[in-house]
């Protein structure tokens, strides 16, 4: 988050990777393995060791299986995990953990807990090793701009906020910035219906117009991009993250062709107003090419090459990492 916004966002602490960290995620020559921890953290401590259906993916030690096959030890980070230990204890132990401009929002089903809230650096490393969203960062983060000199930024930078339990999902909103001029407010959680919001519609977007006016127009840089924002309990508005105009930034309840267009003077908001409006193929805690089966999906091309986070590693960890 730029320092000029720290006043009005949520606490968050920002580390750079190394390189090595960078490889590590990027890594596909191998089977999933998470890093060993100097602290002795566990990503999923809830699993069940079943030592019987783990003695049947040993490999027996008279085994002619080449053995430049078989996966070296794991990597370990200890400066980056203690660093990243000692944020999490300043945000007050749990926090929610992204990359320079996404967070790992297609791998939330593996977590322990089916959510974003880590308390450990394993349990961010396993949801960051685990998304296809962080791979765009990682690899193609400037495709979409018309005057790139790379593909991606030199350096990388998780940033991790802290989290809150009280946080509301229907009081987080994206907004649409054109020309230094705010254009449209739409609701960040399209998948639910919140009778209640219908009712405070005009009310949000004057908070979030007066906001905009006073901590952001004049103190952003760029003249077209996007930025989301929570709205308190006592009316007090909140930076999340800003995102780029378009590109690979979701216009929800919107459509880039709207907003190129741009509307009249007065700012666009569009809210879930009713069920019928409601929008479930948005929610998804799986990447989308999972559920997309069609001829050269990403299905497909997955089960047929192992591209990418292969769904067998999916399936794999349902299998080793059982619940109580």
């Known amino acids: 988050m730029n320092p000029k916004f720290k006043s009005v966002s ?6 750079e990777l190394p390189q090595s960290f960078v490889d590590y995620l990027l890594d596909d020559s191998g089977p999933f393995l998470l890093p060993i921890s100097v602290t002795n953290d566990d990503a999923l401590p809830n699993r069940i060791h079943n030592l019987d259906e783990e003695d049947d993916y040993q490999v027996p030690e008279d085994s002619d299986a080449d053995k430049s096959e078989q996966p070296g030890p ?31 929002k297609d791998s ?30 990682l690899c193609h983060a400037y495709d979409s701009c018309a005057d790139k000199a790379s593909t991606r930024p030199p350096r990388f930078f998780p940033a991790l906020r802290k989290w809150y339990h009280s946080l509301r999902p229907d009081m ?8 230094r ?25 004057a908070l979030v117009r007066r906001f905009f006016a006073e901590n952001v127009r004049e ?43 741009s509307f009249g003077e007065e ?15 948005l929610k998804t805690a799986m990447p989308y090419d999972y559920l997309d089966t069609s001829p050269g999906s990403g299905i497909e091309c997955r089960v047929t090459f192992g591209y990418g986070f292969r769904i067998e590693n999916y399936f794999l960890f349902m299998y080793f990492f059982k619940k109580k």
């Open 10 to 15: 949520i606490k968050t602490l920002i580390h």
């Open 74 to 104: 794991p990597l370990s980070f200890p400066e980056l995990e203690l660093a990243v230990k000692a944020s999490i204890e300043t945000l007050g132990g749990a926090v929610f953990p992204k990359l320079n401009w996404s967070a790992p």
């Open 108 to 137: 939330s089903l593996i977590s322990a807990i089916g959510t974003f809230k880590c308390t450990s650096f394993v349990e961010i490393v396993l949801l960051l090793r685990s998304s296809d969203s962080l791979v765009r960062d």
């Open 172 to 179: 987080e909103f994206r907004c649409f910035v054109k020309n």
């Open 181 to 205: 001029n705010l254009i449209g407010i739409s609701q960040r959680e399209v998948t639910t219906f919140y009778p209640a919001l219908v009712e405070k519609k005009d009310e949000i977007r």
């Open 219 to 261: 103190r952003f840089e760029s003249v077209n991009y996007t930025f989301d924002v929570y709205v308190t309990g006592d009316e007090k508005v909140k930076v999340v993250d800003f995102n780029p105009w378009c590109g690979f930034t979701l216009p929800l309840m919107l459509t880039w062709e709207e907003l190129e267009q």
């Open 267 to 281: 700012v666009e908001m569009r809210i879930v107003e009713s069920r019928r409006e409601v929008r479930p193929a």
